[in-house]
């Protein structure tokens, strides 16, 4: 059965770096997304993104984050001054045209 | 204000026994109606979806859920749980209109299974 696989799993990053969340698609899904989940708390959406372009963001989607799609395949988003609040569970999620979102295992970000 | 209700954070029930997660959500027309389950460790996997018809509806895992439109309720039920359900459950909604596609999530019920 078809995946979605997150790299890497665990990523540790010292204050004001930047980090590369990297995630690979199903194959025929269309649709991208990434969530986050700090420790204790609920699954908050970030971004959306459709046929190259952001098509939906929260207000935590701020200028510090970015989302492309580089190779046709890879999904990555890009923190580029981490901060302390960043410390969270990321996941990327997938969806053909059905509304069905299959999430990646995720990645744990840890800002030290 | 539209949001996604569960009002159980933790839940314990023994192994065999019936299991009812409740979800309520508060939107001016009914949501696409979604629970997924993480395991520790684990991402979301999606247990089952609704969007219309049967109010009844069958997932993954031996689980279903009914949708109750006089309730604003999408109860997550299992006849008899094994030890392997112990893991966060959570419902979610697309809005019907506008919102484009992003889920909102409640947040979460704790199910640990007694031996």
């Known amino acids: 059965e078809p995946e979605v696989t997150q790299t890497p799993s665990h990523q540790v990053t010292q204050m004001g770096q930047e980090v590369i969340l990297r995630c690979v698609p199903i194959?025929?899904?269309?649709?991208f997304y990434w969530y986050r989940q700090i420790l204790g708390q609920k699954v908050e959406f970030l971004v959306s993104?459709?046929?190259?372009?952001?098509?939906?963001k929260s207000e935590i989607f701020d200028d510090q984050f970015s989302v492309e799609r580089p190779d046709g395949s890879n999904f990555t988003l890009k923190i580029r001054s981490t901060k302390l609040e960043d410390s969270a569970m990321y996941f990327c999620?997938?969806?053909?045209?059905?509304?069905?979102?299959?999430f990646g295992p995720g990645t744990r970000l840890t800002v030290t | 204000a539209q949001s996604v209700t569960q009002p159980d954070i933790h839940i314990t029930v023994s192994e065999g026994a019936s299991l009812e997660l409740r979800c309520n959500y508060s939107?001016?027309?009914?949501?696409?109606l979604f629970w997924y389950v993480q395991s520790p460790g684990q991402g979301l996997q999606l247990l089952l979806k609704?969007?219309?018809?049967?109010?009844l509806v069958q997932g993954i895992k031996g689980f279903e859920a009914e949708f109750k439109r006089s309730q604003s309720s999408f109860n997550l039920r299992k006849p008899s749980v094994h030890w392997s359900d112990a893991a966060e459950y959570f419902c979610?909604?697309?809005?019907?209109?506008?919102?484009?596609?992003?889920?909102?999530f409640g947040t979460g019920t704790q199910l640990k299974v007694e031996l």
């Open positions: 999620a997938t969806q053909t045209t059905n509304r069905e979102q299959y």
């Open positions: 194959s025929n899904h269309l649709y």
């Open positions: 993104f459709y046929n190259n372009e952001i098509s939906e």
């Open positions: 939107y001016g027309a009914t949501p696409y």
């Open positions: 609704y969007f219309s018809g049967d109010t």
């Open positions: 979610a909604v697309v809005p019907f209109t506008g919102g484009g596609n992003k889920l909102t």
